[in-house]
């Protein structure tokens, strides 16, 4: 048995759905797409369309951002803020804890770099789950006191010992 499905998402994206059946229960999915880069890619994903192979890495999307480089003198700033010793200088430590300081830093430039302007302020929905019309207290209720909650000095009821009251707790050992 074999079909063959092709399916073309609408509005700005050429994506093509390419589906090959090898039995009744066992298909094969090819996605071909010349979204990225002007070139055509397939994909080869499993039966619930998750791609087998990674699609992209934060190396490929930070590769197109400048690398910013540390210097000497800002890293061992950053030591002295972190209450670290510094490695010695000129030694493979240093080079490789300056190479992954650069990395970490161009990660946040990158991550800092998209422009939101345009955006609605509350663009992002609300994640948590809550029935309509409800919401999260926000001021909490002081003073409210349920009937089965003990306070104050009622708690003396319950300890074995008390004396002018206080809690008497026994110990090992005599105070000199």
């Known amino acids: 048995m074999s079909a063959s499905l092709r399916h073309v998402v609408p509005r700005r994206s050429t994506t093509r759905v390419f589906i090959t059946y090898k039995s009744r229960l066992e298909c094969m999915r090819r996605y071909y797409s010349t979204r990225r880069f002007g070139k055509s890619e397939t994909i080869e994903t499993d039966e619930c369309a998750i791609p087998l192979q990674p699609t992209w ?22 030591h002295e803020l972190s209450a670290l010793l510094p490695p010695e200088e000129d030694s493979t430590e240093l080079a490789s804890l300056t190479a992954e300081m650069e990395n970490l830093v161009k990660l946040v430039e990158a991550v800092r770099i998209p422009d939101l302007q345009g955006e609605e302020k509350e663009a992002v929905p609300d994640g948590r789950v809550w029935a309509d019309g409800m919401g999260i207290e926000l001021t909490e209720s002081v003073g409210e006191v349920s009937a089965e909650e003990i306070r104050g000095r009622d708690l003396l009821a319950w300890p074995y010992r008390t004396s002018n009251g206080m809690y008497v707790v026994d110990t090992d050992r005599r105070r000199k």
């Open 57 to 78: 890495s934060v190396n490929d999307l930070l590769s197109s951002y400048p690398k910013p480089s540390i210097s000497p003198s800002q890293l061992k700033h950053l």
